[in-house]
């Protein structure tokens, strides 16, 4: 399989379930992000991580829980969320090598929160 | 505050014709992607333009990065039904922080 791959690919989940959001890369990259799309909005830069370690958080809620456990696959754990919180998650890798730093997206998770 | 901001929001026009979309911003980025989204999917980048003034085409679409690499411009000749979707440009500056536009979601209808 190449490129990005995210699952699930829809989530329903209760406010008080507890769900987590998996992304597998392909592409040998040394980057991976977690954006939220949400309608109306521009995309939104959630987490970075440059060789599992994370770079960014843009004051994300700590409701979302990132985990990176090699550079290949990045998870996003997902905990009493809010109905505010349903959109488009959508994963992406990059290379670091500096000119080369081209994002490849999934397909993303469409998240509904109830 | 909006870094990249796109126009138009929305665009609707006939097969045939021709549409130029813009992304502006009051930043200077190290270097400017275009994106093309479809529902239900991620975005798939269209190019990457690093150097002011530069040109870009790829078949009927055409990049122009801004002298001052502030802004952007798709240019598409001739739409096609299958050039539908969300186009989002991204400013970028050393590292891999990027930053999205707002989006031109564009409907060309056959």
């Known amino acids: 399989e190449t490129g990005v791959t995210q699952t699930p690919r829809h989530l329903v989940m209760g406010m008080t379930n507890k769900k987590s959001l998996k992304c597998e890369q392909h592409?040998?990259?040394?980057?991976m992000y977690w954006y939220k799309q949400s309608a109306k909005k521009p995309l939104e830069l959630m987490f970075v991580?440059?060789?599992?370690?994370?770079?960014e958080n843009n004051s994300v809620p700590s409701r979302f829980s990132p985990e990176c456990p090699n550079s290949s696959h990045l998870f996003l754990h997902l905990h009493t969320l809010q109905p505010e919180d349903s959109a488009l998650y959508l994963c992406?890798?990059?290379?670091?090598?500096?000119?080369?730093?081209?994002?490849?997206f999934g397909p993303g998770t469409r998240l509904t929160v109830l | 505050t909006q870094l990249l901001e796109q126009s138009p929001q929305f665009l609707s026009i006939q097969e045939g014709e021709n549409l130029t979309v813009y992304c502006n911003s009051s930043s200077v980025f190290s270097s400017l992607q275009w994106y093309r989204q479809e529902p239900g999917e991620g975005p798939v980048l269209l190019v990457t333009?690093?150097?002011?003034?530069e040109v870009k085409k790829l078949k009927r679409l055409t990049f122009q990065f801004g002298d001052a690499r502030k802004d952007s411009s798709l240019h598409i000749t001739a739409a096609q039904p299958g050039d539908t979707g969300l186009y989002l440009c991204?400013?970028?500056?050393?590292?891999?922080?990027?930053?999205f536009g707002t989006g031109t979601s564009l409907t060309v209808i056959p």
């Open positions: 333009v690093v150097t002011g003034g």
């Open positions: 592409l040998g990259h040394n980057a």
């Open positions: 991204a400013g970028g500056y050393t590292g891999n922080q990027f930053y």
């Open positions: 992406a890798s990059s290379s670091t090598r500096p000119g080369a730093n081209e994002q490849f």
């Open positions: 991580y440059n060789f599992k370690e994370q770079t």
